[in-house]
């Protein structure tokens, strides 16, 4: 908007000996200065503050109505509506009085939200300080009420101005753990506020405040060693206390809790880390139920409450049976008992929706502080155990609240048989949303069935949940041409090994060291690559060169094979004993140096009798090369033992008795991960066998001594749910995630399943958003075949976050020349870390492009496309006479590309060049069709318009198209194998 201009003017005309006048043509007239200064006003009613002070410069006219504006307004909002925002920068003291002397019938200023200010004038220097605005609110002789959010300034308003309310909710800014010294507030008796949010500040003393209804203090510390003397705010109906730093005496608490059950219109009561007098609130209810104490109560927390009772929560429950809505319990309280009771007191719950078990407080989760630490601040010294409910009182929980919709299960290990909370008396019949949070026992069989049977579930979510099953590692060796032998290491778990039908028990029983004898598939390939080197060394009268004399036979009588030299000692004393880094593969010292991983210093070689004894510095292990066939092989397991100790053999072994006198022994534990310090003659025992459900190993090495690693544990989670909409996995063990019928799902979202492989949709229809993250193992063809496959009755978006390296190639191959019945698009984004705003914008844009298929399909008769396995027969490779389109870019420094077999794009780019030419997501000012609702959003129907020709030339060559489309987005920012941190997964 301009200055005002002429309608018209004169101007000469040359040419002619005499100037002519001639009336110019008229320009556009400025109809805002043709407005009366009423309507003016009316409409600055509609503006931000800021934009009305901008008018003033404008014209006249413009300045005359902002003038008469000011003197009449008497609410004036500084950050437009926007409590979280800053007001105009630029406010000096003087530039600010001028502004509020313009105002004297102003009553309410919302939004003093200052960035900084000065503590006291400066003078000679024009600053914008705590005296100026004090001054300046002053000179406002009808002014009742200010919203702020300095804390210093709120001080200053409580104690010169008291007959001024501070408006809408005071939330101190810059609030920090451990807390800024410069935080601090006092709390005056008189001061006039009705909703106070305090973090991270100092307090003397929460006294009584009368007007006071919501008080919320985080990191709070409180300075007076009895800061709850006064406390009496009769009008309170919210009090949150989390994680503040008081006094450790419980009985200075009883202030607190009495002057909580005088609020008798107290609605939300929150205490985390509040160490009050275990049974006080008990008390207090019994002596305050009749006056009404804690009855409107709908909310209830307690967390990390040190003394907290059983008793203190069941009275909170059942004084407050009729109102309550939302609980939330500390993992101390998380018992059987808790809800036996309340089962027994039989009480109805009409309005009870939320339920939360084993709560821990966020903070603490996410506090990379100590607990020591936490207590040297101040906090409350508390160290939570797991909840120790089972299934018997979670099938109460139900008995109790019938009403329930939303459940929440945190670190409950006891819990194992989920379809057993389902009986004639607990039904579950109206949960909506279920989490559950690193219950590690809960059967994964067991959790499908009770999925199954639940009739209004909607949303799952599933943190650290069926965690894998330990390992087995086999190194299969080759002597003599005969065969191979099995020589299995299990960590904690016994496991059994298919052998020949002729071989005893015996046998074939194998001892395990435990934890003071694991080792890893790595260090076996590395020390017995180096036996094998130094066995080829051997000379003819069977001594290694390297071992020299000191590696002399043991007693044959013994059985007991000791590392002698360097190498025994090593092994001994514990110093410089090596393992083998899994992550990088290399050797390293426990002492911290670094070895190679194939040989490591003092390893050693000596035969004798027909048995070599292999001795590293990590330990002792024999080989017998003349009877290593696998059907002829007598094994007798003997165990490394420290500190000089002889090795044990199981009693009651009759093949280790016969035939085998000479130490002809091969030792099932290799190498240990450290030197034993301590017997394992306890292990000598014969074991019991454990059986347990493995899936097959697949030899794939190509040497034979190659380490093989079991296949993962097969673990599948199996859905089956008439009303389920989407479900969340993060850091689960599954396997495989099968959709068996779940016709209302529509989302998957699977972060950190590091062994997260495959999904099989057998019937769901419309699931449609598909977000897998830093999933290691995840089968990228499988999972995208999969959905691909599916009917097309969605368009479909499937976003992931591989973490290794694609071939993009072969990866467009596989899609553009399968048997997809959709239009499809790969996008790949480079961002790092990932931008958002990229993947929401895609979706716009893709539902875009399905709309103009879909209206020509419906409304313009226009060919539908096919692609069925018979189409991909006709035409073997891609594309098979289909155009395909990349369109490539730079979004926030980082390259961006996608190619589609979209019809239309080409087009579109063409007649939009600002929003395809390079993919700029950031141009907001620019006309694009990315982000829905957005200024310049382009519907379907216009994007026709602009492609009319293209469309004709396709229905003229009778080329169809296909009505959905399935967008690929591919974010490579962990290809490189490390996940990258994102707040949005």
């Not at 130094?534 to 009268?541: I, P």
């Not at 875009?848 to 209206?855: F, G």
Request: with cysteine; hydrophobic share 35%; aromatic share 8%.
């Amino acid at each position: 908007m301009g200055p005002r201009r002429k309608p018209s003017e004169l101007q000469p005309v040359g040419g002619s000996g005499e100037g002519q006048l001639v009336l110019r043509p008229s320009e556009s007239k400025d109809y805002i200065n043709e407005l009366s200064h009423e309507v003016l006003c009316h409409i600055f009613r509609y503006l931000p503050m800021k934009d009305i002070m901008c008018m003033e410069c404008l014209s006249r006219k413009l300045r005359e109505a902002v003038t008469l504006y000011l003197r009449v307004v008497k609410v004036v909002d500084l950050c437009a509506g926007r409590w979280w925002e800053y007001m105009p920068s630029g406010f000096t003291d003087n530039s600010f009085l001028l502004l509020l002397k313009k105002m004297p019938d102003l009553e309410q200023l919302y939004g003093l939200h200052p960035r900084y200010l000065e503590r006291r004038r400066v003078r000679g220097y024009e600053a914008f300080s705590i005296p100026g605005v004090l001054e300046a609110l002053q000179a406002c002789p009808s002014l009742l009420g200010v919203e702020t959010s300095h804390l210093e300034l709120v001080e200053a308003i409580w104690n010169y101005m008291p007959q001024v309310h501070i408006l809408g909710k005071f939330r101190n800014r810059n609030g920090a753990f451990p807390i800024p010294a410069e935080n601090k507030l006092t709390i005056p008796i008189t001061a006039k506020i009705q909703t106070l949010h305090l973090v991270g500040v100092n307090v003397p003393e929460i006294p009584c405040v009368s007007m006071l209804r919501h008080l919320y203090l985080k990191w709070v510390r409180l300075t007076k060693p009895q800061p709850f003397k006064d406390f009496l705010c009769v009008s309170l109906r919210t009090f949150v206390m989390r994680n503040c730093a008081g006094p450790t005496n419980s009985l200075k608490y009883v202030p607190l809790v009495t002057g909580l059950a005088s609020a008798r219109n107290l609605e939300q009561l929150e205490l985390v880390r509040v160490p009050f007098l275990g049974g006080l609130i008990q008390h207090v209810v019994e002596d305050s139920w009749r006056s009404g104490g804690f009855r409107n109560l709908h909310t209830i927390v307690f967390g990390a409450c040190k003394n907290a009772l059983e008793v203190d929560l069941g009275y909170l429950i059942i004084t407050a049976a009729r109102r309550l809505h939302e609980l939330r319990i500390q993992p101390s309280l998380t018992k059987d008992g808790v809800f036996s009771a309340l089962k027994m007191a039989e009480l109805e719950f009409p309005q009870f929706e939320t339920l939360h078990l084993g709560y821990v407080d966020e903070f603490l989760l996410q506090c990379k502080m100590s607990h020591s630490e936490l207590v040297k601040y101040g906090l409350a010294d508390v160290i939570e155990n797991p909840g120790i409910i089972t299934d018997i009182g979670i099938k109460v929980v139900n008995e109790v609240f019938s009403n329930i919709k939303y459940l929440l299960i945190y670190n409950c290990p006891h819990l194992h048989n989920p379809h057993h909370w389902i009986t004639d008396q607990s039904r579950w019949s109206r949960l909506v949303d279920l989490t559950l949070v690193r219950c590690h026992a809960i059967k994964l069989e067991s959790f499908s069935q009770f999925i199954e049977s639940l009739p209004s579930l909607e949303f799952i979510c599933l943190d650290q949940m069926f965690r894998e099953p330990p390992k087995v590692y086999s190194v299969y060796f080759l002597f003599s041409g005969k065969g191979k032998t099995p020589l299995r290491r299990n960590n904690n778990v016994a496991v059994s090994v298919v052998a020949p039908a002729h071989q005893t028990k015996a046998q074939v029983l194998e001892s395990s060291c435990e934890k003071s004898c694991q080792v890893t598939s790595e260090q076996i390939k590395a020390d017995m690559k180096a036996a094998t080197e130094n066995s080829k060394r051997t000379s003819s009268n069977g001594i290694a060169p390297e071992a020299g004399a000191t590696n002399a036979r043991p007693p044959a009588d013994r059985g007991t094979f000791r590392g002698t030299g360097s190498a025994g000692v090593a092994a001994r004393s514990g110093v410089g004993t090596t393992t083998t880094d899994r992550a990088t593969g290399t050797g390293r010292t426990i002492d911290g140096t670094e070895a190679p991983s194939g040989v490591h210093a003092g390893d050693s070689c000596s035969r004798d009798a027909g048995v070599r004894q292999c001795t590293s510095a990590a330990g002792v292990y024999s080989l017998n090369p003349t009877d290593a066939s696998v059907n002829h092989a007598s094994r007798r397991p003997t165990l490394l033992t420290g500190q000089g100790q002889r090795q044990q053999v199981p009693a009651g072994s009759a093949a280790a008795g016969s035939g085998s006198q000479q130490g002809q022994a091969r030792d099932k534990d290799f190498v240990p991960r450290r030197p034993l310090t301590r017997s394992c003659t306890h292990l000598s025992r014969p074991r019991p066998r454990v059986s347990v459900r493995r899936k097959r190993m697949a030899d794939k090495s190509t040497s034979t001594s190659d380490p093989v690693t079991e296949d993962d544990h097969v673990q599948i989670l199996s859905l089956k749910s008439k009303n389920l909409v989407g479900i969340t996995l993060t850091n689960c063990g599954i396997t495989d995630l099968v959709l068996k019928d779940c016709p209302k799902m529509m989302f998957i979202h699977a972060t950190r399943c590091r062994v997260l492989k495959q999904l099989r949709v057998e019937s769901a229809p419309i699931v449609n958003r598909f977000d897998y993250a830093q999933c290691k193992k995840l089968d990228m063809e499988q999972v995208l075949d999969q959905i691909l496959r599916m009917p097309p009755e969605r368009n479909r978006i499937i976003y992931m976050r591989p973490m290794h390296q694609i071939d993009s190639v072969a990866l467009e191959r596989q899609l553009f020349q399968g048997p997809y019945p959709y239009h499809i698009a790969i996008v790949h984004e480079f961002s790092n870390p990932a931008n958002i705003r990229n993947k929401v914008r895609i979706r716009s844009w893709m539902d875009t492009i399905a709309n103009i298929s879909q209206e020509l399909i419906k409304y313009e008769f226009f060919p539908e496309a096919t692609r069925t396995e018979e189409d991909v027969k006709n035409y073997p490779k891609y594309p098979w006479g289909r155009d395909i389109y990349t369109l490539e870019g730079v979004v926030d420094g980082a390259p961006y590309s996608m190619i589609t077999d979209f019809p239309w794009l080409k087009a579109l780019k063409a007649a939009d060049p600002n929003s395809y030419a390079r993919y700029d997501f950031e141009d907001d000012e620019s006309t694009t069709i990315y982000a829905p609702r957005r200024k310049g959003q382009l519907s379907a129907d216009i994007c026709m318009e602009t492609i009319g020709e293209e469309i004709s030339e396709r229905r003229q060559s009778k080329r169809g198209v296909f009505e959905r489309v399935v967008v690929l987005f591919l974010h490579h920012c962990d290809t490189p194998g490390e996940p990258v941190d994102d707040d949005y997964i």
